[in-house]
């Protein structure tokens, strides 16, 4: 049975504000930073490294449902310095390649609570 997977596709797009010797894209740094803590609390952790793909860098997350994944993907977008107008993309282990699925907008819109 294949593995649920969530691409997260995040506006390859510099940083604003940053002097011309400092890293461009440190929001990768972040999400990275983000997905590992993921690893050691549950379920749900970074599937693979992340990588460029055109004008997005994709982050991958699987191991919950994907209710769980998506909830994971939003969180990303709201961290500091994420650019704008990411989505994901629900798919599996057995695509033949990046952004084949259903895409999800993010974030997602609030859970009313009840």
Known sequence: MPTVIVEIHVPLLATPGLADDEYAFPWIEDIEDFLADLDEQGDVQAYDDGEEYGDHYLFFVAGGSERALLKVASEVTSLDRVPAGAFAMVT???????????????????????
């Open 92 to 114: 599996d282990d057995v695509a033949e390649e990046f952004g084949t699925g259903r895409r999800v907008n993010l974030p997602l819109p609030p859970t009313p609570a009840g």
